[in-house]
């Protein structure tokens, strides 16, 4: 069992960066993916990171403002967001999955973080 802890939201300007954390409990991930949900909608996946790889995906909505990352180390992965929009505002969570590879349907994972808030301020 995976616990995950998400940390780095706030409220910034439209412009602005933040950098979000997610910290694992343990190691035993193979994949990360962060996922966001404003008001109003539905859950949407934003990045995609694999441990061993380190190769990614993104959703054409953040593509060329967000960088996933890793710091395997640590078992925290991080979400660099530049460029923020109003619309990027959400709540904000990481998610894994026991085994399988992850994508972007939030229905392919079993365990989640609290999530952290992103207010983007126009």
């Known amino acids: 069992q995976v616990q995950l802890v998400e940390s780095g939201g706030g409220s910034v300007q439209a412009g602005g960066s933040l950098r979000l954390s997610c910290a694992a409990s343990?190691?035993?991930?193979?994949?990360m993916g962060w996922f966001r949900q404003a008001p109003g909608k539905e859950r949407e996946g934003v990045a995609i990171?694999?441990?061993?790889?380190?190769?990614?995906a993104y959703a054409d909505s953040v593509k060329g403002r967000f960088t996933v990352s890793q710091d395997n180390a640590k078992n925290t992965v991080y979400l660099q967001m530049n460029s923020l929009k109003p619309e990027d505002t959400a709540m904000y969570s990481c998610?894994?999955?026991?085994?399988?590879?992850?994508?972007?349907?939030?229905?392919?994972?079993?365990?989640w973080g609290q999530g952290t808030q992103v207010t983007v301020s126009s």
């Open positions: 990171i694999y441990r061993d790889r380190g190769s990614t």
């Open positions: 998610a894994t999955r026991s085994s399988g590879y992850c994508s972007f349907d939030q229905w392919r994972y079993n365990y």
């Open positions: 343990a190691s035993a991930y193979n994949c």
